[in-house]
T-cell receptor, first 112, second 115 residues
């Protein structure tokens, strides 16, 4: 099925470092969502973006809806060990089809 | 408000058997979507149900089916299990408002192992 291009695939960083990841698509989206998944659990919604250019924060997390509506970015500042997990982006495409299109995830490891 | 619940959490089956997974959405949510998650393929959309009707469908064979009850609870059935069906099956619910601006809330998943 259709997927978003999410990068990087994995990251290994030191505690306290900032993290950036992004998703791109050839299609336009009306909504961008960022989720985090801990091992053995379902994804948990972190940030939802609804307008092109929108910049939204949730604690140390900041996400942006690209102005072209074809990309989105997630930044994590001052990472801590509990940030470990897999981060997924998902886009809700424009039009009548309501399917969410997902990236393959960015696996984040934080070295204390 | 209670979250999305899925039962069972873990399941072991053998090839050729069938399995039924259950999902209870967040109270008031009318849309339930099912996903298959494997390490190499990420989240793959199976289908979405709204008001007891399948509204969207992914690209899975007919062995995968689902249904939704009047209380919005949903079940997913996989018949004639294959080894490749081993995966984490996730259920997500949403309000399913008229606009496209809505988000899905996931349950913890059912881990299925086919031997």
């Amino acid at each position: 099925g259709q997927q978003l291009n999410q990068s990087p695939q994995s990251m290994f960083i030191q505690e306290g470092e900032d993290v950036s990841m992004n998703c791109t698509s050839s299609s336009i989206f009306n909504t961008w969502l960022w989720y985090k998944q801990d091992p053995g659990e379902g994804p948990v919604l972190l940030i939802a973006l609804y307008k092109a250019g929108e910049l939204t924060s949730n604690g140390r997390l900041t996400a942006q809806f690209g102005i072209t509506r074809k990309d989105s970015f997630l930044n994590i500042s001052a990472s801590i060990p509990s940030d470990v997990g897999i981060y997924f982006c998902a886009g809700l495409n424009a039009g009548n089809n309501r399917k969410l299109i997902w990236g393959l995830g960015t696996s984040l490891a934080v070295n204390p | 408000k209670a979250g999305v619940t899925q039962t069972p959490r873990y399941l072991i089956k053998t090839r050729g058997q069938q399995v039924t997974l259950s999902c209870s959405p967040i109270s008031g949510h009318r849309s339930v979507s099912w996903y298959q998650q494997t390490p190499g393929q990420g989240l793959q959309f199976l289908f979405e149900y709204f008001s007891e009707t399948q509204r969207n469908k992914g690209n899975f064979p007919g062995r995968f089916s689902g249904r939704q009850f009047s209380n919005s609870r949903s079940e997913m059935n996989v018949s004639t299990l294959e080894l490749g069906d081993s995966a984490l099956y996730l259920c997500a619910s949403s309000l399913a408002a008229r606009t496209l601006q809505e988000t899905q809330y996931f349950g913890p998943g059912t881990r299925l192992l086919v031997l």
